[in-house]
């Protein structure tokens, strides 16, 4: 049985209730959210998952890191490595998008490493399948594809990147308002190529039902691709990508109806003043399941500085009421991300997600501003590092600059005002 099905019997798992502890959530109202879809718990049946993740309404906001090899760098000590570095960096997911080398291999060991839940996007092993079969990555049907499905269920990926609303009706939108840049997403771009040199309708689309049914199987949750999503501000929603979006709620309906667990992904690159209308649509059309965005970036100009130019674009896109937050690295749009662009990126989506928790009222998160602003303002350096969403960097730059009077900090030196304001109000001698 599903969660969702659990739930409607009244079956409260305890998966379920260690999730309304982590949460700080009245465990009634977790029951409800989920059964509404507005929450998702992404927890294959099959696995055990020391740290699992629910996401959705009235949670944390959760960070994604993707990892993965790619066809000029494969190296699964490396995946490995950043998957450590993911984890320790405080990412609630993981995604292997690998697309080179042992995929079975690299997926078996990142699952058993992970103890967060863990994603893939089943078409990059259907291609990559097919290049290695018959030496095109186009080569594939739709057995190959449920195939590929129902091996990564039973290894126990925990939720699914599905493209299914890359269709020839959508595609034929994308023609007739072209783009600056057309399809940006890899697996819409492989989609469109193989619906292109075969003329057939999508089988992730026209399938749809085996895809809910092996999900439901495994009770994996399905998070509906945005294979259309822009790859530039000026191509923010398009008309190519609403009528994708479209697809996607009547797709949402088809796994809620079947008590499967589903979120849908969103863009991508949006200007500032477009983020609130695309976090609008989607929860309108898609009935308020989570939103999952891929930063978004809010301009196109900065390479090299993309998991910042994310970071601004999800920290509004969470405010307004994204759920779920793809980080991006420093690597984007240029190479192949190392572990610290990895790192560096997790850090970036967690400050974005951090802040619209704050915004969106969440106790717990203003209380860590608290508690922290309380170390400032004694000048208990020790307690501020610990407290420090990233306490390395913190404490690194911390010591590689001590101060001449230990109780300030070399930016401002003896005329620290933390210190002048303390000495001037406790009336102690001031401006020696
Ligand atoms: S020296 Fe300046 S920057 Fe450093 S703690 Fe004091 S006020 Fe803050």
Same mark, same amino acid.
């Given at each position: ?201 999508? #089988? /992730? !689309? %026209?399938?749809?039902?085996? +895809?809910?049914? *092996?999900?439901?199987? @495994? &009770? ?69 399941? #989570? /939103? !999952? %965005?891929?930063?978004?970036? +809010?301009?196109? *100009?900065?390479?090299? @500085? &993309? ?126």
């Amino acid at each position: 049985m599903t969660i969702l099905q659990f739930l409607k019997q009244d079956l409260i798992t305890p998966l379920v209730k260690k999730i309304a502890q982590t949460e700080e959530i009245e465990l009634s109202l977790l029951k409800q959210l989920l059964l509404e879809g507005k929450v998702v718990i992404c927890k294959n049946k099959l696995r055990q998952v020391e740290k699992p993740s629910a996401i959705g309404k009235g949670l944390r906001i959760k960070v994604n890191a993707n990892i993965g090899t790619s066809t000029d760098k494969i190296s699964l000590k490396k995946e490995l490595e950043k998957l450590k570095v993911a984890i320790s960096s405080g990412a609630d997911t993981v995604m292997d998008l690998s697309v080179a080398g042992n995929l079975s291999q690299i997926r078996k060991e990142i699952l058993s490493a992970s103890s967060v839940p863990v994603g893939t996007v089943p078409l990059y092993e259907v291609a990559a399948r097919a290049k290695k079969r018959y030496g095109n990555f186009l080569f594939f049907d739709k057995d190959d594809l449920l195939e590929v499905l129902e091996e990564q269920a039973k290894d126990g990926v925990d939720f699914f990147t599905i493209h299914a609303g890359v269709t020839q009706r959508t595609i034929s939108v994308l023609k007739q308002n072209p783009r600056l840049l057309g399809i940006v997403s890899r697996g819409g771009a492989i989609m469109a190529a193989w619906m292109q040199s075969t003329k057939k309708e999508n #089988p /992730f !689309y %026209v399938f749809f039902d085996k +895809v809910i049914e *092996i999900a439901q199987r @495994y &009770d994996i949750t399905l998070s509906l691709g945005d294979g259309l999503r822009p790859g530039s501000v000026l191509d923010a929603t398009d008309k190519a990508q609403v009528a994708e979006l479209k697809i996607l709620t009547d797709l949402v309906k088809r796994c809620r109806q079947n008590d499967v667990q589903v979120i849908v992904e969103g863009p991508g690159h949006v200007p500032l003043s477009e983020i609130q209308k695309n976090i609008i649509l989607e929860k309108k059309l898609c009935g308020q399941v #989570p /939103f !999952y %965005v891929l930063g978004p970036l +809010v301009t196109d *100009i900065c390479p090299g @500085y &993309d998991h910042i130019n994310a970071a601004i674009g999800a920290a509004l896109a969470g405010w307004y009421g994204a759920d779920f937050i793809c980080y991006v690295t420093p690597a984007e749009h240029l190479r192949h991300p190392s572990c610290d662009d990895v790192r560096e990126g997790v850090i970036a989506a967690r400050i974005a997600a951090h802040a619209a928790d704050i915004a969106r009222g969440r106790v717990s998160s203003l209380k860590w501003d608290e508690q922290i602003s309380k170390a400032r303002a004694e000048q208990n350096w020790r307690k501020q590092i610990k407290l420090a969403l990233d306490p390395i960097k913190a404490r690194k730059y911390r010591i590689s600059s001590m101060p001449g009077q230990h109780q300030v900090c070399t930016m401002c030196g003896q005329f620290c005002s933390i210190k002048i304001v303390e000495q001037c109000f406790k009336n102690k001698p001031t401006g020696k």
